[in-house]
């Protein structure tokens, strides 16, 4: 077992060296020192700029993957409730295991949580990513009217299923609406990536400059959470929209 949590060790700390573009000589650290590597990698790199606890669950889930699932099926098991069944189905939807997590989420929908937002988003978001377009659409459109839609991954995720469905000006209406300054650079980023999918190249480049332009004035732990998406928005750039 020690041999394994030193193998998922090194694994976690050059899987967040790579991806956070950290300096080489920290992957040489971790493989040629696995333990006091490792351990001075998380204290330098890591823990100082995450809790504890989300160290320790990413070392848990390279160890066991499927550990959480098993552990709130157990849950569950023990107590039927509304909570713990919608935390499993939030797992099996992390897990990518959309038809468990919707088998789940419809479950929930019972009794005085028929109408609960959380869950009917959640059951939108599983059916868009298991492809099924038209249910995601139908589970959407039962949350429109409610103010929390506006600006939520429901509304995103509804633009972006229209979109699939070829209603480009509904599917622009709403991404539009995520289009802010210095916030939502995912969805900008995506909303770049539509206008290109739809030819609108002088619309694309607009927002890709904003975003790299807004890079230049953000504080280092903005510029280290947005730096992937940031990276991605020159990227697109540099090929000549």
Not at 75 to 87: G, I
Not at 142 to 151: G, H, N, R, S, Y
Not at 171 to 191: G, V, W
Not at 202 to 212: G, Y
């Amino acid at each position: 077992m020690y041999f394994y949590f030193i193998i998922a060790l090194q694994g976690y700390c050059i899987y967040h060296c790579y991806t956070h573009k950290r300096e080489y000589y920290w992957i040489l650290a971790v493989i040629f020192l696995p333990l006091v590597g490792s351990l001075i990698y998380l204290f330098m790199n890591v823990i100082q700029k995450q809790d504890i606890d989300k160290v320790q669950h990413g070392v848990t889930t390279l160890l066991n993957p499927t550990k959480k699932i098993s552990d709130l099926e157990k849950r569950l098991k023990f107590a039927d409730t509304f909570q713990n069944r919608v935390a499993l189905a939030d797992a099996y939807l992390e897990a990518e295991h959309y038809e468990k997590a919707i088998e789940h989420y419809k479950t929930a929908l019972s009794d005085v949580f028929k109408h609960d937002f959380y869950v009917i988003s959640k059951l939108q978001e599983a059916y868009y990513f298991s492809s099924d377009f038209d249910t995601s659409l139908v589970y959407a459109e039962q949350l429109k009217e409610q103010p929390k839609f506006a600006k939520s991954k429901a509304a995103f995720l509804y633009a972006l299923a229209k979109e699939k469905k070829g209603d480009i000006e509904t599917a622009t209406k709403y991404l539009k609406t995520f289009n802010a300054p210095y916030s939502r650079y995912q969805e900008r980023l995506e909303l770049a990536k539509f206008y290109i999918r739809n030819s609108k190249l002088a619309d694309a480049r607009e927002i890709l400059e904003e975003i790299v332009t807004e890079a230049e004035g953000m504080s280092k732990q903005s510029y280290q959470q947005n730096k992937l998406l940031i990276a991605k928005a020159k990227e697109l750039l540099k090929t000549g929209l």
